[in-house]
């Protein structure tokens, strides 16, 4: 343990610690996955009509309430 | 394609066909070992000089040899001959076989990485996803060496790692999905072909910035460097590393940083383009140690965010911007004022 300055490190390492951050962790969950979708909905851009990308950015405006509801409470400290 | 010998005389005409294909060429020389391992030895002599310019440090700026190249080579004699400390009841396996797969890991995108026409190991046709895979990989690996090096220090490292890929994945995601829809592929190649007129940080600027700060976080560097935080940490999750395994290390992070850069360079800059002067790959190489640059300097001059401001940035900022951006380029596309460049 070169840090310790010599001390004899106290205690165990591989302890139990609370994983900060909930709200936003949930959020990663659900957002990875809609990302990785949208690539599909990326390189099929040109070949699809008009309708069914409107219909996927629909879907993106409409995820925006959600989104703005778990920024809102994940922005509380008492949520972390 | 090359023939298996079937006489004893034939042997050695296919060995020569062997290592004079392209193939192996590109896989060894070129965008391959050869060229990162110069690289990557270039940038630690690179940053070293550049922070000791920008914190007027008297070492580095005289030490090591006409200009200083001799200290790389010296740092790394020293590391091998250096013993390797393993902690008590660490996972031996782990924390001797992760830092070989982080190395692994971080040579393994360059495969797909276009660096001329002609230069590229697999030409990949979900490249981008590829890369994305890939380097997403880190700061679980990360994790997995905290955890298994037994110490207290670098185990709060590699779960400050993991929220920071929380915070700067889906960002980066998204606004490289900007860059999807005007190439219309997921090719890096074909990307880089769609540059030819105009490059991609002009349609897509917000992007590029998003991208750009995404990939900061990713590298750990300042003002995002939270897993290896010094004053914090001592050296976040790579504590425990000594001698040869911190070499490894080492190399891999700076692997990494090139691997961002000539990322950078492939979505925004345009890749191999530029005026016919020079050949293709030194433009690309030009191009992204420009952005290496780029990414070093705040090194020198930042502060560092705490974990919650970062989280915030990147949801409630970079997202939305990234979010925003798409949206642009649906319009860009859709009423066609990019087709003068013919996207």
């Not at chain 1, 490190?9 to 962790?25: C, D, H, I, N, T």
């Not at chain 2, 300097?297 to 949801?315: N, Q």
């Given at each position: 343990m070169p840090f310790e300055s010599g001390q004899v490190?106290?205690?165990?390492?591989?302890?139990?610690?609370?994983?900060?951050?909930?709200?936003?962790?949930l959020m990663f969950v659900v957002f990875d996955v809609v990302g990785m979708f949208l690539f599909a909905w990326g390189i099929s851009f040109r070949s699809i009509p008009t309708a069914g990308s409107l219909l996927v950015l629909l879907f993106l405006f409409l995820l925006g309430a959600p989104l703005g509801y778990a920024l809102k409470m994940a922005l509380h400290r008492e949520n972390w | 394609m090359v023939s298996l010998p079937t006489t004893p005389a034939q042997i050695i005409p296919f060995i020569i066909a062997i290592v004079t294909s392209h193939t192996f060429i590109t896989i060894v020389f070129f965008p391959g070992f050869i060229h990162l391992t110069l690289v990557v030895m270039f940038l630690t002599w690179y940053e070293r000089k550049i922070l000791a310019r920008i914190q007027l440090r008297i070492g580095p700026l005289y030490a090591g040899g006409p200009g200083g190249i001799l200290q790389p080579m010296a740092d790394g004699v020293k590391l091998i001959f250096k013993e390797v400390m393993i902690p008590y009841k660490a996972d031996k396996p782990l924390f001797l076989g992760i830092p070989l797969a982080l190395v692994f890991l971080g040579a393994l995108p360059f495969a797909v990485i276009p660096f001329g026409e002609h230069w590229v190991i697999a030409n990949l046709d979900v490249g981008l996803v590829f890369i994305f895979a890939v380097t997403s990989l880190f700061p679980s690996m990360i994790l997995i060496f905290a955890w298994a090096s037994n110490s207290k220090y670098p185990f709060l490292g590699g779960l400050r790692s993991l929220f920071q890929q929380v915070a700067y994945e889906i960002p980066m995601w998204i606004s490289a999905l900007s860059i999807v829809l005007l190439a219309g592929s997921l090719n890096l190649t074909q990307i880089v072909e769609a540059q030819q007129k105009i490059w991609f940080i002009v349609p897509a600027f917000l992007s590029f910035i998003v991208f750009f700060v995404a990939s900061m976080a990713e590298l750990e560097r300042l003002p995002f460097d939270l897993p290896e935080a010094e004053p914090e940490l001592v050296a976040g999750w790579f504590t425990e590393s000594s001698g040869a395994v911190f070499m490894v290390i080492f190399l891999a992070l700076y692997m990494k940083l090139y691997l961002m850069s000539s990322l950078i360079t492939v979505l925004f800059l345009g890749?191999?383009?530029?005026?016919?002067?020079?050949?293709?790959?030194?433009?690309?190489?030009?191009?992204?140690?420009?952005?290496?640059?780029?990414?070093?300097?705040?090194?020198?001059?930042?502060?560092?965010?705490?974990?919650?401001?970062?989280?915030?940035?990147?949801?409630?900022?970079?997202?939305?911007?990234?979010?925003?951006?798409?949206?642009?380029?649906?319009?860009?596309?859709?009423?066609?004022?990019?087709?003068?460049?013919?996207?």
């Open positions: 490190p106290q205690g165990e390492a591989r302890k139990r610690v609370v994983m900060q951050y909930y709200p936003y962790l | 890749g191999w383009w530029g005026p016919a002067f020079l050949p293709q790959p030194v433009w690309f190489i030009l191009k992204a140690l420009i952005v290496a640059t780029i990414i070093i300097i705040p090194r020198g001059v930042y502060a560092r965010l705490r974990v919650d401001l970062l989280i915030k940035v990147g949801w409630t900022r970079l997202l939305i911007i990234a979010i925003a951006n798409v949206f642009i380029t649906v319009v860009l596309l859709s009423t066609g004022i990019l087709s003068a460049w013919g996207l």
